[in-house]
């Protein structure tokens, strides 16, 4: 079967045509997640244990929505990301809020010789925060942190990929939407780096909710996510086999796939 001739999915590319098509990072469906998953989890962990002393550094902070909430809370948060239209428009809601204790900035602390600088000066942030983002922010994080300094994230887990993907076109296959992370065993990923750091796991929480789509307009807005218009069917011409989908597999509240979240934190000693 040819290759496909789109970004893979949450690379630099796949990130950069994004930012042209949607007004900042988010899902863009409409779906009904279950209470106790991982993103509930790691905003209340997050925003409960912040303090007015708190110095935060805010990895790939999309377009700013969870710094502006962090801001009410601390001293100050330093947010960045590598995609520069997503920081214009935090900057602008920033302005818009009124908030002043918040650093916007466009960068990417990865070096094409792999190493990695993250934008703070030595042993100046409290907490490191880091949602859904990559995780070669922690080669550099003793560096940034003041003693006993926590590393908080939230990391995707590798999810069951559906029966029903190869009813669809190829490109609209499970395994080719943005949803989904193909992250392999990111326990493992984060043990590693973490220790090559010279820093170790100090607590780990697992979340696997049901996350429902009751139409197939919203289903066929995740498997189509982040793909460019020319490569992605026509809602029209793939609305028969979505109609299969459903008839076949969905569940009284619609099609159900399973959302799996990893929280885990480590501290600087």
Request: glycine share 8%.
């Amino acid at each position: 079967m040819a290759e496909l001739k789109i970004p893979r999915a949450h690379s630099d590319d796949w990130y950069d045509h994004l930012a042209t098509i949607q007004e900042g990072y988010f899902y863009p469906w409409h779906s009904t997640l279950e209470p106790g998953n991982g993103a509930a989890a790691f905003d209340e962990r997050v925003l409960e244990n912040l303090t007015p002393e708190d110095v935060v550094l805010e990895v790939a902070c999309g377009h700013g929505d969870f710094a502006l909430r962090m801001a009410e809370r601390c001293g100050k948060v330093i947010a960045y990301d590598r995609v520069a239209p997503y920081i214009d428009i935090a900057k602008s809601r920033q302005q818009e809020s009124g908030v002043g204790n918040i650093e916007f900035l466009v960068h990417n602390p990865l070096h094409m010789d792999g190493e990695v600088e993250l934008p703070v000066e030595a042993a100046s942030v409290t907490r490191i925060i880091c949602r859904l983002g990559p995780h070669h922010w922690i080669q550099d994080a003793r560096r940034v942190c003041r003693k006993g300094a926590e590393l908080i994230a939230l990391s995707p887990m590798e999810e069951p990929i559906p029966a029903w993907t190869s009813i669809l076109p190829h490109v609209m296959h499970y395994e080719n939407s943005g949803r989904y992370s193909g992250s392999g065993s990111i326990h493992q990923s984060v043990d590693n780096r973490l220790h090559q750091a010279g820093l170790t796991l100090y607590g780990g929480w697992g979340f696997d909710v049901p996350e429902a789509f009751a139409d197939k307009q919203s289903l066929y807005t995740m498997v189509t996510w982040g793909l460019p218009k020319d490569k992605a069917p026509p809602f029209e011409d793939v609305s028969e086999k979505l109609d299969i989908v459903f008839s076949r597999y969905a569940e009284p509240s619609g099609i159900v796939l399973r959302q799996c979240r990893y929280l885990w934190n480590a501290f600087v000693g």
